[in-house]
């Protein structure tokens, strides 16, 4: 027959295998260790590079924008009824939003203006059922607030003068 041994091969690769890999590392080690990036001693960076670097790194990581609040300066300008109405009522009374009563609606406001004016100054400062104080704005003053109610109350019928609510 042939005089080839199968068993001896299998043998020979069992032995070469390992050999290259151990080899393969011996090999890296060693150029590794040569060009001083394993174990050899490495030169330090200048304190300049390392400021340098450090700037860049502050530079890349600030914010794109940033946002200051200034505190409002000079006194509170007052607005009339009207602009009150227009600039914060609106938004509720305008599509009656959880049962506000609509600007101008004689229906929804009947049973309201039959409170009396001062009854709905009341309610508008303070705030009622879904209806946040101030109409959600704090900023707005008792005479502001009152004047709104007023024109609100008088766009649906009401005869109610702002003026003759006492401060």
Same mark, same amino acid.
């Given at each position: 027959?042939?005089?080839?041994?199968?068993?001896?091969?299998?043998?020979?690769?069992?032995?070469?295998?390992? *050999?290259?890999?151990? &080899?393969?590392?011996?090999? @890296?080690?060693?150029?590794?260790?040569?060009?001083?990036?394993? *174990?050899?001693?490495?030169?330090?960076?200048?304190?300049?590079?390392?400021?340098?670097?450090?700037?860049?790194?502050?530079?890349?990581?600030?914010? @794109?924008?940033?946002?200051?609040?200034?505190?409002? !300066?000079?006194?509170?300008?007052?607005?009339?009824?009207?602009?009150?109405?227009? &600039?914060?009522?609106?938004?509720?009374? &305008?599509? &009656?939003?959880? *049962? !506000?009563?609509?600007?101008?609606?004689?229906?929804?406001?009947?049973?309201?203006?039959?409170?009396?004016?001062?009854?709905?100054?009341?309610?508008?400062?303070?705030?009622?059922?879904?209806?946040?104080?101030?109409?959600?704005?704090?900023?707005?003053?008792?005479?502001?607030? !009152?004047?709104?109610?007023?024109?609100?109350?008088?766009?649906?019928?009401?005869?109610?003068? !702002?003026?003759?609510?006492?401060?």
């Amino acid at each position: 027959m042939s005089g080839y041994n199968q068993s001896s091969s299998i043998k020979e690769l069992i032995i070469a295998i390992p *050999g290259a890999i151990i &080899g393969f590392t011996l090999l @890296v080690s060693i150029l590794a260790y040569l060009f001083g990036v394993v *174990g050899g001693e490495k030169a330090e960076p200048s304190k300049e590079a390392t400021e340098a670097a450090e700037q860049k790194v502050v530079a890349n990581i600030q914010p @794109v924008a940033t946002v200051e609040v200034a505190e409002a !300066a000079g006194e509170h300008v007052e607005k009339s009824g009207e602009e009150i109405v227009k &600039g914060v009522c609106i938004a509720c009374h &305008g599509v &009656g939003a959880l *049962g !506000a009563p609509k600007v101008g609606d004689a229906g929804d406001w009947g049973p309201r203006i039959a409170q009396g004016y001062e009854t709905l100054v009341k309610h508008a400062i303070e705030g009622i059922r879904s209806m946040p104080a101030r109409g959600g704005n704090a900023e707005l003053t008792d005479h502001e607030v !009152a004047d709104a109610v007023a024109y609100m109350a008088n766009q649906a019928g009401a005869k109610f003068d !702002a003026a003759s609510l006492k401060k």
